[in-house]
């Protein structure tokens, strides 16, 4: 048994007959979170009238808890018709109105309401769209780099490929261009994102790319089906990036590769400002683990890769400097990692003014730095593959 604290809560509240669960709920087995179960189902048989259960501060649920959770709810509805539940969810996470909705349209006592105020740690930061723009022009970066690596790490024209955590569609659209695989799924679990990158492509008439709505750490994917599995900037905003791994390695065909991009945030640097740049990235790292995601991951990747069975594992870094194109785009990145680190998560956090003013001015320096005639600005990234034994 773990000893480590589950990363979700289930508790019910009688003054609001209200069942509140919060946080990230992927078992790998129904076993694993019988209490929660146990809870849900003994409050549910014991009040009458009408039951709340308040999904808005569950981040991420699994198939597996879903499943088990969605049998419970629908049981309960057909054993006392007369009982209400609303499940309350939130805009702010995208797939858990649509998911519960399909649940409650097979049940007439179940309904759904939604909340649009609340706001969450944690990922849903990266799946807000305001994170758009920053994904869409750190890919541009990070291309001019990535497009030289990957034919070492195994990518050429003709493949079976999968980019999950496709995220906006970006990485997949250069890929499908430029290596033209003979297949492309593209998976994301956040509805905005795959509806954005579906018009781009529209847009940019590019065709072929299956984008795909799933849970990459439990996709309903086949397994040995792909040559190549890319996975960029996601195991480390995963709680259990280890899951999500063996996920990669499931549908990689045996002789295939999985590369993955991770980063260290505390290594980001410039110049002039050195230390207060470099103050400010390792509390970026911090700020992360507190909610759960481990930007440190990149040079973790050899580990990663190995632990989870690959053999042939290649790792390569990189750093996105100021000098590579426009120094405006990094300015750019930059200003929108400001935005929503000390913006939004760091208020989230609780942090005080005096802390968020120190922790904005690295940001401030850093763009200082990029955007200085004779100033150098670094983001250092982890490109790493391994092979899936024959
Ligand atoms: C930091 S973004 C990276 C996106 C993209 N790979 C890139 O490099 O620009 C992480 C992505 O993982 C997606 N994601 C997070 N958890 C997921 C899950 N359980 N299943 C599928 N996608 C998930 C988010 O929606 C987001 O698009």
Redesign the pocket.
């Known amino acids: 048994m773990s000893l480590l604290p589950l990363p979700f809560t289930v508790h019910f509240d009688p003054t609001n007959q209200e069942l509140l669960l919060s946080g990230k709920m992927r078992p790998e087995s129904a076993a694993e979170i019988t209490d929660a179960l146990k809870l849900v189902q003994q409050s549910l048989e014991k009040y009458s009238g009408v039951v709340y259960v308040n999904v808005k501060r569950l981040t ?1 649920i699994n198939m597996t808890a879903f499943a088990a959770l969605a049998d419970i709810l629908a049981a309960s509805s057909r054993i006392r018709p007369e009982r209400k539940i609303v499940i309350i969810t939130s805009s702010v996470v995208a797939w858990s109105t649509s998911l519960f909705q399909t649940l409650a349209a097979s049940q007439p006592s179940l309904s759904v309401e939604v909340y649009d105020s609340a706001f969450y740690p944690g ?1 849903s930061f ?2 807000d769209e305001t994170f758009i723009p920053i ?1 869409r022009t ?2 541009k970066m990070t291309w001019r780099h990535e497009r030289e690596l990957l034919p070492r790490h195994g990518l050429r024209s003709g493949l079976v490929i999968a980019d999950i ?4 569609g ?2 997949a659209a250069l890929v499908q261009r430029e290596f033209k695989p003979a297949r492309l799924v593209a ?4 509805v905005r ?1 795959l509806e954005y990158a579906r018009r781009v492509a529209a847009d940019f008439d590019l065709q072929g790319i299956e984008y795909t709505y ?4 439990q996709m309903l994917l086949r397994d040995n089906q792909f040559d190549f599995v890319t996975c ?3 195991l480390q ?2 709680n259990r990036p280890e899951m999500l791994l063996r996920e990669l390695y499931r549908i990689c065909k045996p002789g295939g590769r999985v590369y993955i991009t991770n980063e260290k945030n505390s290594h980001c640097l410039g110049e002039p400002h050195a230390e207060s740049i470099k103050w400010t990235y390792e509390e970026v790292a911090k700020l992360f683990k507190h909610f759960d995601m481990d930007v440190e991951m990149g040079p973790k990747s050899r580990h990663l890769l190995a632990d989870a069975g690959f053999d042939n594992i290649k790792v390569d870094s990189f750093m996105v400097t100021n000098l590579d194109g426009d120094p405006q785009d990094f300015a750019d990145i930059i200003e929108a990692w400001e935005n929503v680190y000390a913006g939004e998560m760091a208020v989230r956090r609780g942090d005080s003014s005096d802390f968020i003013r120190r922790f904005r001015q690295g940001f401030k320096d850093h763009v200082f730095a990029a955007l200085h005639p004779k100033g150098y600005a670094g983001w250092p990234i982890w490109a790493a593959s391994g092979r899936k034994p024959l």
């Open positions: 991420h990922q990266v799946e994904l750190q890919t955590c496709c995220g906006i970006d990485f998976l994301d679990h956040s994102s799933g849970d990459a750490s960029r900037h996601s905003i995963f």
